[in-house]
């Protein structure tokens, strides 16, 4: 079994160790109870705040998107693909 997961954070939580604590939580439930073998996560290559809290939670960036995303002024930008493995 696996999943993705998606998220978002208003900016007047961050810093504040909000994201990895309710991923933590999801993590849990979605690997331990609910038998799931992998979980991926998506993420703009610009957002390190992102990339540190997957990887200090564990997950391991296993690819590099090109030209991901595209924003309203009609430029392209990059994506990381990160995965953590039940083991």
Do not use: P
């Not at 993705?4 to 979605?30: D, M």
């Not at 391991?60 to 030209?67: C, S, T, W, Y």
């Amino acid at each position: 079994k696996k999943c993705e997961v998606s998220y978002g954070v208003a900016t007047q939580f961050w810093g504040k160790g909000i994201f990895r604590q309710s991923l933590e939580i999801l993590i849990n439930e979605i690997i331990f109870n609910n038998k799931f073998h992998r979980i991926q996560a998506t993420t703009s290559s610009k957002n390190m705040r992102s990339i540190m809290s997957l990887k200090k939670i564990g997950f391991k960036q296993e690819a590099l998107l090109k030209d991901y995303y595209r924003n309203y002024k009609l430029e392209y930008s990059d994506a990381v693909i990160l995965a953590l493995i039940s083991s």
